[in-house]
């Protein structure tokens, strides 16, 4: 039976509604389980960027061809994570996660058959059909464990995966690259998310906010919430948010193809040099994220308003952050542009863990996995065409720092349009009773 109340998607079952000790400990494991398989899914995304110059030079590409490889993981990226996100409507999202894991851990195969442009391409469009659902999956298995008002911290924390790869596992990428090759990296992370599969086969368990998903548990569950999904993605937060993130996600590709390179070849830092400091944006991003999850869920808890926590502050830290890069290439001197990049990137990934919480804010339980596979799934057609487009880019420019300067300019840009559209129509509250009701967005 369908039910259509305003108040239901904001009230947890009966027995979660003050969670127990126990529960409490195994939320956090869970959420750290979930922050290591994040980090595996953003260090196999990141290794490519890191052996950008030895893959190049070794296969003998252009940048725009390298840019389409680093494009490639986003060609099916997008539709599995819809397809996927929806499936884990109706199946445990334990399960869906080991798969996952199995399958993109198996995409080293064909490098390890025959080093080529072809099969690296093959690889990097097998990653992302596998890696395209991991974001949404993981951020509804760890919400399974929290209610609607503190989601934002955890969800930093399941984001804060891409920041803690590019921190403490691209320098020992860069390590294996420089010791003995790009290949050894992506073997190396392969096997680590085999392991990660094993474990998470004994950890991994619905939290007591989950909805039944099982075909047992749903003949068993005589009420759950459903609403028509038009409702969801055509209400002003969803859509706000997802053209905000978009912008953001424009700069996430690009970091993770062409950053080292952007150290190395525009900034005159040596390989070992830009391989390690891959990860200074990310220690920005870590903090802010977790901070401002933190803080919007602190504020939310003791009754603050969702329209200023989860809409017009994360949308001013877009517009700050996409400014600053935006002055980006006048800027003098290396370390002064790496310090406004990583000062700027920390403003921007704010918006990511907030907008995953509004998401799930405005849907019910039952649909969250389809709802952030969609809201993640129209984000990462960033990737799509962002480093592909920066190849070219800088291809076509006279000098590397010229090329950059402008990528970094366009993409500021962007995003401050981005942050604005978030300011303008993002509001929880209101959008969680329409979706409820039936009114229109």
Known sequence: MTVDR???VQAPPPEADEPSRTNTKMAWTITGALVIFMVLNWADKAVLGIAAQPIKEE????SAQFGL????VFFLFSISGLVVGFVANSVKTKWVLFTIAALWSATVIPVLVSASALTLLISRIGLGAAEGPAAPVANAAVFEWFPK???????ACIASGASIAKIAIAPVLTLIVVSWGWRAAFISLALVGLLWCLAWAFIGRPGPYAAPRGKKERSECEEQVRVPFRRIALSPSFIGGAIGTFSVYAMISVVLTWLPSYFEASLGFSRVQAGSMFGLPS?????TMVGAGWLTDRKLSRGGNSRVWRGLFPGGALIVGGG?????????????????????YGFMLIVMPVMNAVVSQITPAAQQPGALGTFLAVQSLAGLFAPALSGVLLDRAATSASGYNQIFQLIGLTVVVGGIIIVLMVDPDRDAR??????AA
């Open 59 to 62: 296969l003998g590409l252009t």
């Open 149 to 155: 008002e503190k989601r934002s911290l955890p969800s």
């Open 434 to 439: 329409r979706v409820l009701r039936g009114q």
């Open 283 to 287: 220690i920005a991003a870590l903090i």
């Open 6 to 8: 305003a108040d239901a």
């Open 324 to 344: 600053m890069l935006a002055l980006l290439p006048y800027s003098s001197g290396a370390w002064t542009s790496v310090a406004i990049l990583v000062a700027a």
């Open 69 to 72: 490889i680093g494009s490639a």
